[in-house]
């Protein structure tokens, strides 16, 4: 299978895993006695130990990744900072708003692609605000007032920003890495000691019952565990770009899921929102790159375009001829 295919598949996994996180994260609050930032604790505390014991006792060694692993350490400082961000934020701003907010995360992505030039899909000027314009439809009942928390746009921009760090970082850091799974492994032990060290600020409780518990392991492994694991493989196949407009559908995603686990019903105005948002994804992954000058110049080649889009990159014509590599 073409390395782009997987890469495409993997971030719909992390897509779908990370809408999952949202619903666990409404679920445990209303089934147990946990703080949002107490659940945001235990999320890595949880994922961090079962991802070293499946290291543990598989047969293939760790290689060069635990040799070096301060930058997967960043990488799991990092994401820290949007779980937790994320959990501050959405006590401040109502759920529409903090979607919307959020989700400047991929542009953030595409815009810092742009100034480094490297290669961006070619209709990103229509895919984008078509996304946000579904995002917004999507989210925000137009009939109902509310009222915005500052600081609660502050740390969503935070969290934004954090999200787009994470996956710039994670295309450098893992391109190159043979094994993901370790290094994916480091990467959550910095998140876990980073929830750690915010335990005399923040506190700490467990649950009480054996439901508590597994929804906690649900989270860990199905809301954690697996979404990031594929988050961390398919930016090390695809660029941050392409990661970031996958991940752009997450929105309508949570939309589905909250209407089958809270029986949320969902207005005409959010099912057009929601397919504006598809429609922008499905535009976007069609879309051939485009390379400026100024980053083919930096491998010593000077095209005018990368005109290969996802797509076609998995054709078997393209898998039997040249690499389609980005620059």
Known sequence: MNKKLVGVIAMLIAAVGLAIAVIFMKLIPMHTHLLPQHVAIWRFTIAAPVLWLILLFRKKPAGNTLKRPWWFLVLGVVYAASNFSAVFAVQRLPSSIYVIIFFIYPSLVILYSLLRGSAVPRLVWLGLPLSMVGMLLASIDFSSAFVV??????ITVVNACSVATYMILSEKVFTNVDDKLAGTAV???????????????L??????????????????????????????????LLTAARGAIII????????????????????FQQWIGGGLVILAVILLNRSPDRVSIKGAARGGKYPAREEKSLLEA????ESMGCTGKHL
Do not use: H, R
């Open 248 to 267: 752009a559908g997450q929105p309508v995603v949570n939309i589905l899921l909250g209407m089958l686990v809270f029986k949320e019903k969902l207005t």
């Open 149 to 154: 928390d500052p600081l609660g746009v502050l």
């Open 187 to 201: 990467v959550f032990t910095g998140a876990m000691l980073s929830g750690c060290i915010l335990i005399p600020v």
């Open 203 to 236: 506190g700490i409780s467990a649950p009480t019952t054996p439901q508590g518990w597994m929804l906690l392991g649900s989270l860990s492994i199905f809301g954690t565990l697996i979404p990031i694991l594929a988050l961390n493989y398919g930016l090390s």
């Open 314 to 317: 998995g054709s078997p014509k």
